[in-house]
């Protein structure tokens, strides 16, 4: 079974600090073929969920703190690949939002590959905008209000 961990930025120790911005860029950099910088000056203030396999980092996301407009951000979900289809990023996405939940944020906002679209909305995220190009690669704005999950729930 696959354990995680919640860690902000100062709790990340040297080796768990590399394998994650290894897995990140061997992902979004190496394996999406997209030379863009991975380091983008987030991480300091993000809560990182990672999700190992005995001491191997194979999946993990990040929790962006509140914008103005209320809402908290996930980002960098990623798994590595021969762990994909196992219900990891699943895992990680449910432990995150009941984090946000019990946070009191009622929004959490996201910027989707257009291709994971369906993923994001099985867990209730709806689209926000058309898809544009980020990277070069198809994305789409998504929003989940919280507040209207919970509602749906009780019904």
């Known amino acids: 079974m696959y354990q995680t961990k919640w860690m902000a930025f100062d709790e990340l120790d040297g080796a768990s600090l590399y394998q994650l911005l290894k897995l990140r860029t ?27 396999d005995g001491q191997h980092l194979i ?46 944020v009622a929004l959490i906002d996201l910027q989707a590959q257009a291709h994971l679209k369906q993923f994001y909305g099985s867990f209730g995220f709806k689209e926000m905008s058309d898809v544009y190009l980020e990277d070069g690669i198809p994305h789409l704005d998504m929003q989940m209000n919280l507040e209207e999950v919970s509602k749906r729930l009780q019904e």
């Open 26 to 52: 061997d992902i979004f950099v190496v394996e999406q073929n997209c030379p863009y910088p991975e380091l983008d000056n987030r991480d300091q203030e993000a809560l990182h969920g990672l999700a190992y």
């Open 59 to 104: 999946g993990c996301l990040r929790i962006l703190p509140r914008k103005l407009s209320g809402a908290v951000a996930i980002g960098r979900v990623a798994v590595q690949i021969g762990y994909r289809s196992n219900g990891i990023a699943r895992k990680l996405l449910n432990e995150a939002i009941v984090h946000i939940q019990g946070q009191g």
